[in-house]
């Protein structure tokens, strides 16, 4: 059974930093794209970053371009997201997901989410 | 990267169909046949119910179809069901460096 298991969220002030964690298992994780996914209260959902199997590659939507960073490590099947200089805009549900097929396919499995509040 | 567009709601009554679309653009709705669709319940994570414009995974009902014109695509939900009531995301890839394209949502009530 695939799960995905994020941590990591909660307050943070404008400015500040946090960095969420996956924990995934049910799948070759090192094989397959990640992909972070939010929702900010009350919106739709916004594409955040992916990431290559192996890491080697990384991809970012512009909104947060230079500000977040994903990263993995394979050994322990986790992924993860460095959030710094963040924004009110940055709130949201962080969601942690991933496809089976092709990139681009479909996101097969999310996780629950976990809450980012960015707010003085 | 701008977002593909739906509209805000759709309503039906039980038993009807409702058709919901999503617009985008020649670098992404139309230029790839990697439409996907998500249902999702408040509270919870969304579900994925089409892929590759019209395919549905394992267990997902097959009163939802998709498809694709041009550079638009559309989620149908044929003989409505109380259940179905939920918001309703569309998806496009849009190249390797934006795979994912999200749509605004479209609030779906069943009346």
């Known amino acids: 059974e695939v799960q995905l298991l994020e941590s990591g969220g909660g307050l943070v002030q404008p400015g500040g930093s946090l960095r969420l964690s996956c924990a995934a298992s049910g799948f070759t994780f090192s094989s397959y794209l990640m992909t972070w996914v939010r929702q900010a209260p009350g919106k739709g959902l916004e594409w955040v970053s992916s990431?290559?199997?192996?890491?080697?590659?990384?991809y970012y939507a512009d909104s947060v371009k230079g500000r977040l960073i994903i990263s993995r490590d394979n050994l322990k099947d986790t992924l993860h997201l460095q959030m710094n200089s963040l924004r009110a805009d940055d709130t949201a549900i962080y969601y942690c997901?991933?496809?089976?097929?092709?990139?681009?396919?479909?996101?097969?499995?999310w996780g629950q989410g976990t809450l980012v509040t960015v707010s003085s | 990267q701008s977002a593909l567009t739906q509209p805000p709601s759709v309503s039906g009554s039980p038993g009807q169909s409702v058709t919901i679309p999503c617009t985008g653009t020649s670098s992404d709705v139309g230029g790839y046949n990697y439409v996907s669709w998500y249902q999702q319940h408040p509270g919870t994570a969304p579900k994925l119910i089409i892929y590759d414009v019209s395919k549905r995974p394992s267990g997902v009902p097959d009163r939802f179809s998709g498809s694709k014109s041009g550079n638009t695509a559309s989620l149908t939900i044929s003989g409505l069901q109380a259940e179905d009531e939920a918001d309703y995301h569309c998806c496009s890839y849009a190249g390797s460096y934006n795979p994912f394209v999200f749509a605004t949502g479209t609030k779906v009530t069943v009346l």
């Open positions: 990431i290559s199997g192996s890491g080697g590659s990384t």
């Open positions: 997901t991933w496809g089976g097929g092709a990139t681009g396919s479909g996101i097969d499995y």
